[in-house]
Each structure stands twice: as structure tokens, then as C-alpha cells.
């Protein structure tokens, strides 16, 4: 079975913080993503990586980076915590398999609250 | 860019079927695909679908039509635990993945 693990599940960091959220998968895959889930607005695309060390912004990258230092660790980094950044963070890894059918792979998720 | 739409909500009783729309306007469209999310769970995948026509799993199927940037996610026979939020997203060729706001089923009995 793929596994996705995040590094915590519940976050409490104050306002100005540098935050670290960490993701690993277990299967090789080359392609992670970051969402942000907030109600009414479902999966929102921060960041992605097709590749060791390649990043590419998603739809809403601002006040957010990320680090792919090794295949298997995608890491979200808030630069500067803000109150407007709590939310519910989504790590997901994909397989692309030759047919063309994609299945992504979530973590459980880490639930952060900026205070 | 990338923008999908899919109903916020849908109501349906135990044994009917249910069916959620989305279209989209994705540049470099690659296919559609749908997840399953239970209230504090992580989505998971249901199906995936990159060339037009109706793909079936079970008692879920879902279809597409890339010409009307169109498909939908047919659930048959509904059960209690069917109800949950479901997500229809889009890959494009530069490996992006984006979803739609989602649509939560609530099964009656």
C-alpha cells in the first residue's frame, strides 16, 4: 500500500512564525503536491514538484514555498505565518501509470492554526 | 489557468442514484478524475477518466466528454455510506492537478 505520512497532524504556531510541514512517500513516485482545504472552496493548489529539486507554483502559492531535496520529501514552508493561513494542509503524491490513469495519494492532512 | 464546477450539495434517499456534473476549463487538458472524501478523512480516488465515454466501478461510474469540457460521476444503489463530499479535478500535460470545490451527498434513509 502507498503511504503518505505528514509530519504532524495538528499545528499551533503564533503569527510571524516560520512554519515547516513535512511529507514523505513511501512509493516512489515522482510527482507531490500541497492543497489547502478550507470550507466551501475545496482543494486549493499551493505548490507542486514533477521532479527532485523542480517546483512549480499552483494557483495560490502567495506567502508559501517548498523544498524538494530527495524523491520521497515534498516540504510546504510558511515563510511568515499569518492568521489567514490557517487552514487544512493536504500532501498528496501521484502515480501516472502508462495507461494514463492518474491516482493521486493524500496524507491525512495537518490542521494548522495561526494564532 | 484552471477552473472547474461541480453543485455544492445534493440530497438524495437510500437505493436512488445520484449524479454529480463538473465542467471545466483546464489549458492542456489531460483527463478527469473524481474523489471520495469522508468528513475528517483524506480523499481517495474513485476513478479517472482521459478518453471520452463511461468508465463503471461498481456502483459508481463516471463519464466524459472532452468536447463539452464536460463529465460527471454517477452514483448507483446509494448506501448511508455514500455520504461525503466528492471532487471531480483535472490533470493537465504539465503535471498539474487541480480540484473543484466539491459536492457533499447527504444520504437519507
Known amino acids: 500500500d502507498v503511504k503518505v505520512t505528514q509530519s504532524s497532524r495538528y499545528l499551533v504556531k503564533r503569527t510571524g512564525e516560520k512554519v515547516f510541514l513535512e511529507c514523505v512517500q513511501d512509493?516512489?513516485?515522482?510527482?507531490m503536491f500541497w492543497y489547502r482545504q478550507d470550507p466551501g472552496l475545496g482543494l486549493r493548489l499551493i505548490y507542486f514538484s514533477y521532479d527532485v529539486k523542480m517546483k512549480e507554483k499552483g494557483d495560490i502559492p502567495e506567502g508559501y514555498s517548498v523544498s524538494r531535496e530527495k524523491k520521497e520529501r515534498f516540504s510546504l514552508i510558511l515563510e511568515s505565518a499569518s492568521t489567514n493561513q490557517t487552514s487544512m494542509y493536504l500532501c498528496?503524491?501521484?502515480?501516472?501509470?502508462?495507461?494514463?490513469?492518474?491516482?493521486?495519494?493524500f496524507g491525512q492532512g495537518t490542521r494548522l492554526t495561526v494564532v | 489557468g484552471q477552473s472547474l464546477e461541480q453543485p455544492s450539495e445534493v440530497t438524495a434517499v437510500e437505493g436512488a442514484i445520484v449524479q454529480i456534473n463538473c465542467t471545466y476549463q483546464t489549458s492542456g487538458f489531460y483527463g478527469l478524475s473524481w474523489y471520495q472524501q469522508h468528513d475528517g478523512g483524506a480523499p481517495t480516488f474513485l476513478s479517472y477518466n482521459a478518453l471520452d465515454g463511461l468508465e463503471e466501478t461498481g456502483r459508481f461510474s463516471s463519464f466524459l466528454s472532452r468536447s463539452d469540457s464536460y463529465g460527471y460521476l454517477l452514483l448507483q444503489e446509494l448506501q448511508m455510506k455514500d455520504s461525503a463530499s466528492y471532487f471531480c479535478?483535472?490533470?493537465?500535460?504539465?503535471?498539474?492537478?487541480?480540484f473543484g470545490a466539491g459536492t457533499t451527498v447527504t444520504v437519507r434513509a
Open positions: 512509493m516512489d513516485h515522482e510527482n
Open positions: 498528496a503524491s501521484i502515480e501516472s501509470r502508462g495507461t494514463g490513469v492518474t491516482e493521486a495519494f
Open positions: 479535478a483535472a490533470s493537465s500535460n504539465d503535471y498539474k492537478l487541480s
